[in-house]
């Protein structure tokens, strides 16, 4: 049982769309992450997916419907299976909390990310 300075987690890396783990709870990894630019478009067919902006602002696009804009201080839950792609024009800090194993790339054909702990 320890407290977890979020700040201090995201200070310890630069790159962007490469998630740590900075703690689990059940069975489920909590994790801070840093994005720029666009994921592809992609869908969890067995899991929501959970974002939580610590600092600045997202977009989720949809394919056929408007994007959303999620501002820090907002989460927003993508649907298991719905297809979707997170995007940002400056970097984002992002909360992220994910079941133990699911990949952050879905069902894309972009390698996952290793989920590393800080």
């Known amino acids: ?3 977890i300075n979020l700040s201090e987690k995201l ?3 630069d790159t962007h ?3 740590h783990v900075i703690s689990n709870y059940n069975e489920n990894e909590v994790m801070v992450v840093k ?3 666009e994921y592809p478009f992609h869908k969890h067919d067995t899991t929501d997916d959970f974002f ?3 600092e600045g602002e997202m977009f989720i696009d949809f394919e056929g419907e408007p994007s959303k804009l999620v501002k820090a201080g907002e989460l927003f839950v993508v649907p298991k299976g719905v297809v979707h ?3 940002a024009e400056k970097e984002v ?3 992220l909390i994910e079941p133990k194993g699911e990949p952050n790339s879905g ?3 972009r390698e996952p990310a290793p989920k590393n702990q800080i």
């Open 1 to 3: 049982m320890k407290t």
């Open 11 to 13: 200070a310890l890396f």
């Open 17 to 19: 769309w490469d998630p």
């Open 35 to 37: 994005i720029k630019g």
């Open 52 to 54: 939580y902006v610590l």
């Open 85 to 87: 792609r997170p995007r």
């Open 93 to 95: 800090k992002v909360l």
């Open 107 to 109: 069902d894309s054909s």
